[in-house]
């Protein structure tokens, strides 16, 4: 038997044929016939098979006494769970229950359709999630620029004539923020028909191997050179406002601080010689079609938020924004930014800050930064319980160290997540859901930020197995079961109202969503009711039934500019090329571009990497993904290894303010001499945890070493890349480590 899917591990939105005996997968493949990603599929997506097979995957709920995991029933294990909340609510407050919300949410519709009643239930302040380790920065910049954090961008790359690609390595990722089926295809398709791309990265990745040139850059230095750019489009007049004059507003501002960053300037703190940024911007603004596409890298650092806005002012100041082959904007089936409506979902900003250190909320969330703190210090507000959905901070969040030492003193923590992780395993109770291929599919998230307008519905692969349940049915049940132990009036209302929620259920929410989308059929057909736009020719109008009859998916055609329509119908009349904010924080800018002239003694700013075979820390249980050499090296320059003697695969120990961790040596040309490169994800040695495969392979985690101190002050978000460090070979004398460190600290 055969079943078309969609893989969930990547952001590519591969879709795949999973051939079945009926109960067992026998194979996955690439799905020719899916007009999105046309056959593609990389190993993450054919070992789907190990994730579903996998013996360590939780298929009951279990609960934790001491070092022992029982299993219990769904009723015990959530009223078990609701009991508990309740109880620290009761004696504490809501804040005193935090949730921390992972990536894995972002490929699943049905549960972030259905957890939102569970937030309400919750209501607390403390909730934190995977964004302010990623792309809270680009959502901090649309809202603050176009006034809804999911007005997102994405590069035309099918008919870019001119492509710079800052901080982000799709030959690994396979894209972000940039959902395109077979990326490096689409990118190599760019220089075939004549087109440029260029890549500046503090490493040469493979990535470099389709690009027509690369250039190092220092890492978190990204906005002297952006401000470079754009000091050189002012100066020697290549702002072609296209159609935004009428509708940009600050554009002075942004010119007169543009104006004191001279590629002259920044040459030395970014490492790129004024002439290479001085020619990159004439090329650049000179193109028939253009996209500055800036992604991970610029925003897991110190100025993730500045170097967003600066992307985008860039953008739209060469005339690219919303035109094909620049960055333009999607209209999908479902779509989010309409979705948000005026309310507080368009995007939120420091409403409330974080008790200890001050940090600021982002669309109700705070920076993951702040977690272990809030469960660490004393006082008015302690966080005392911690639920994580499908998240493993441990390894995943800034100084995840700190965290995981935390953890064991919380009155309560509960895990939806089908792993026994370095996280969860401090659980009380885990709340398993079902396999990625035993629940349907549709790309809510990741089709708004797709590079075609496409839509696709995958049913369940196989039916749930007999205790099996579903995100959005168990986070919706736990949301169910704490208004049941309340007595207030909104639980009276909430009760009957999640109860209908439930009944009418995530498909049929889709299917209400679909049709009342822009390709819709409309609520009622005949009646067009709820129709929200022309319906695009050529395409069946959208509902549920007809994506089911469509097993491939759609195309719904190329990108199309939409503005300034869609910006208005947002409710916004302009867009603001300097808010504020950001200009304020220009006052950082300068004052870091001043401190990178000061000599760094000895150490090196440590960034992570990603692998095609690796996805973030949960991925690495499946025997055929970890087969091969050890991946969780140090990639080193040969003259920063040299210089402390060391040799290829030599154990070095790094060594930042909150630890130290060892790993072999790789000595690489291709990194920027002063910076070394460490992925992150791995660790799996931790006892307690329940993975077998990944606990037998070498590897440490990179957050024992990144700083919860070190972030993007602005907008809280984590800065991983550009964390200090000092690199020694093991058992080398270690005295002055400390010392060293101690000088960076004084000079930061
Ligand atoms: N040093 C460093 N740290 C980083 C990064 C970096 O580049 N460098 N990258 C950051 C980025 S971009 C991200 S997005 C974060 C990710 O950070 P997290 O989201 O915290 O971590 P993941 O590793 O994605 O872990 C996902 C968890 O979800 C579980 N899971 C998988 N599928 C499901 C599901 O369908 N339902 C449920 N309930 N659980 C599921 C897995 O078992 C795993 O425990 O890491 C960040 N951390
Ligand atoms: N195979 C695989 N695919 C994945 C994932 C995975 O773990 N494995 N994770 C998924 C997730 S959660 C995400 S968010 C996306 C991320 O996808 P991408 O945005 O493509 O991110 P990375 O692959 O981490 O590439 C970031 C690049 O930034 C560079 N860099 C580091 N510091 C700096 C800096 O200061 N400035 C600049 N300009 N560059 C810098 C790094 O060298 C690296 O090449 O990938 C997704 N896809
Ligand atoms: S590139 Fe790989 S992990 Fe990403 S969606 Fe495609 S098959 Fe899945
Ligand atoms: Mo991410």
Not at 9 to 12: F, G, M
């Given at each position: 038997m055969i079943r078309h899917s969609t893989c969930c591990?990547?952001?590519?939105l591969c879709g795949i044929v999973v051939h079945t005996d009926g109960r067992s997968v026998t194979a996955i493949k690439g799905d020719p016939d899916d007009p999105h990603s046309r056959g593609h599929i990389c190993p993450k997506g054919v070992a789907l098979q190990d994730l579903h097979e996998d013996p360590d995957r939780l298929r009951q709920p279990v609960m934790r006494s001491g070092t022992e995991w029982r299993t219990v029933s769904w009723d015990t294990a959530l009223d078990e769970s609701a009991r508990r909340i309740e109880a620290i609510r009761n004696a504490h407050g809501p804040d005193a229950v935090a949730l921390y919300a992972g990536n894995p949410l972002a490929h699943n519709y049905s549960a972030l359709l259905f957890g939102p009643p569970l937030l309400a239930a919750l209501a607390t302040r403390n909730r934190y999630s995977a964004t302010s380790s990623d792309q809270l920065p680009h959502m901090f910049a649309a809202l603050q620029m176009f006034g809804n954090q999911f007005l997102l961008p994405v590069p035309d790359i099918d008919r870019t004539k001119f492509l710079v690609i800052l901080g982000a390595n799709p030959a690994a990722s396979m894209g972000s923020l940039m959902t395109a089926g077979d990326p490096l295809k689409r990118l190599k398709a760019i220089r075939e028909r004549g087109g440029t791309i260029v890549l500046v990265d503090p490493r040469r990745t493979q990535t470099a191997d389709v690009a027509s040139e690369h250039h190092f850059i220092r890492p978190g230095t990204d906005p002297f050179l952006l401000l470079a750019v754009l000091h050189v489009m002012f100066a020697e007049h290549e702002v072609s406002y296209g159609p935004w004059r009428s509708y940009s507003s600050e554009l002075e501002q942004l010119e007169k601080v543009a104006s004191r960053f001279s590629p002259e300037r920044v040459a030395a703190a970014t490492g790129m010689s004024a002439e290479v940024i001085r020619e990159l911007a004439r090329r650049f603004c000179r193109a028939e079609s253009a996209a500055f596409y800036g992604r991970l890298g610029t925003c897991v650092q110190a100025f993730g938020g500045v170097n967003a806005w600066l992307l985008l002012a860039i953008n739209i100041l060469s005339g690219n924004l919303d035109r094909p082959g620049g960055m333009m904007f999607t209209r999908p089936a479902v779509d989010l930014p309409r979705l948000a409506g005026r309310g507080s979902l368009r995007g939120t900003f420091d409403r409330w800050r974080s008790r200890v250190s001050d940090l600021p909320e982002f669309g109700g969330e705070l920076p993951v930064s702040a977690l272990a703190e809030e469960i660490e210090t004393p006082g008015n507000g302690r966080i005392r319980a911690l639920i994580t959905i499908a998240g493993n901070p441990v390894l995943s969040a800034p100084n995840g160290a700190r965290l995981e030492r935390v953890l064991p003193s919380l009155e309560l923590m509960i895990s939806m997540d089908p792993y026994i992780n370095e996280t969860t395993r401090h659980a009380h109770l885990v709340l398993p859901p079902v396999s990625p291929l035993e629940r349907d599919d549709f790309g809510l998230v990741l089709s708004s930020v797709a590079v075609r307008n496409v839509v696709k519905y995958a049913p369940a692969v196989f039916p749930p197995g007999p205790d099996g349940r579903e995100d959005w049915d168990i986070a919706s049940d736990l949301a169910a079961r704490l208004y049941a132990r309340r007595r207030d009036p909104v639980a009276f209302a909430m009760r009957p109202a999640l109860a209908a929620l439930r009944r009418l259920g995530p498909r049929n929410a889709l299917d209400l969503l679909l049709r009342s989308g822009y390709y819709g059929r409309g609520v009622l057909p005949f009646l067009r009711l709820f129709r929200a736009g022309t319906r695009a020719h050529g395409h069946p109008a959208l509902s549920l039934r007809a994506l089911v009859q469509a097993p491939h998916g759609i195309d719904l055609g190329p990108l199309e500019p939409c503005f300034p329509e869609r910006l208005r119908a947002l409710g916004n009349p302009t867009i603001n090329l300097a808010p504020l904010v950001l200009l304020k924080d220009i006052g950082r800018v300068e004052a870091a571009l001043v401190s990178a002239s000061a000599p760094r003694g000895d150490t090196l700013l440590l960034i992570g990497r990603r692998d095609l075979r690796s996805n973030n820390s949960w991925m690495h249980n499946s025997p055929r993904l970890v087969r091969g050499k050890p991946r969780c090296t140090l990639l080193i320059h040969p003259s920063d290894a040299t210089s402390r003697g060391i040799g290829d695969q030599d154990i070095v120990e790094v060594t930042s303010r909150t630890g130290t961790v060892s790993a072999p040596a790789a000595l690489d040309p291709g990194i920027m001499p002063g910076v070394v490169s460490l992925p992150h994800g791995w660790g799996h040695h931790r006892s307690g945890a329940r993975l077998s495969v990944a606990a037998r392979t070498p590897g440490v985690s990179a957050n024992d070493v990144t700083d919860e101190k070190h972030l993007d002050e602005l907008t809280g978000t984590a800065g991983f890349n550009g964390t200090s460090v000092v690199v020694r070979r093991a058992q080398a004398p270690n005295e002055s480590v400390a010392a060293e460190l101690g000088q960076e600290v004084a000079q930061s």
């Open positions: 591990l990547c952001e590519a």
